[in-house]
């Protein structure tokens, strides 16, 4: 969709019209908030703008990121191994779920294949932040979701 602005995006992703699952309007509103405040849907920027160290480490094959708080500051894990790749974007996007959405919040996960209302909600923010990301950068929305995850990796199966 050439000329897409960022409103259409989300009425599409919020629609099912982008080829994944209904994203939640509480979610969509989260969404358009961050990104009408930080004038950007980039995650690392994002993660700038609220003051959120972003430090990498060496986690295995999973989990690809997690927060963890010192004192009362978090502090975003991400995994060296998507260092320098498309799935960064995703990861940090969905970390960034977990912070924004469900703030203050820890210990939600139990292993890789928990998809929880807390990782689905994650997963429904990185998704519906690379989709303005894209626009952001493209000028006009991706055709469908497997657009982003080819653009910015991270399928939501492989999401921790």
């Known amino acids: 969709m050439k000329n897409e602005n960022n409103l259409e995006w989300l009425k599409r992703l919020s629609s099912g019209s982008t080829g994944s699952r209904n994203v939640n309007k509480s979610i969509i509103k ?15 920027q994002i993660a700038d703008f609220v003051n959120t160290e972003i430090d ?6 999973h989990p690809l990121g997690k927060i963890i708080y010192y004192g009362n500051q978090p502090i975003i894990i991400l995994n060296n191994d998507i260092k320098d790749t498309p799935q960064q974007y995703f990861t940090l996007a969905h970390e960034l779920g977990h912070l924004i959405v469900q703030p203050g919040l820890t210990a939600y996960q139990t292993g890789r294949f928990n998809h929880d209302v807390c990782e ?15 626009v952001e950068e493209n ?8 657009d982003l995850v080819h653009h910015y990796g991270s399928p939501v199966n492989e999401l921790d």
């Open 30 to 44: 989260f969404i358009k908030t961050v990104v009408e405040r930080y004038q950007t849907a980039d995650p690392f």
């Open 56 to 61: 990498w480490m060496d986690l295995g094959k």
């Open 120 to 134: 689905y909600q994650a997963n429904q923010f990185a998704t519906g932040l690379m989709g303005l990301l894209y």
């Open 139 to 146: 000028g006009y929305g991706p055709d469908s979701y497997y």
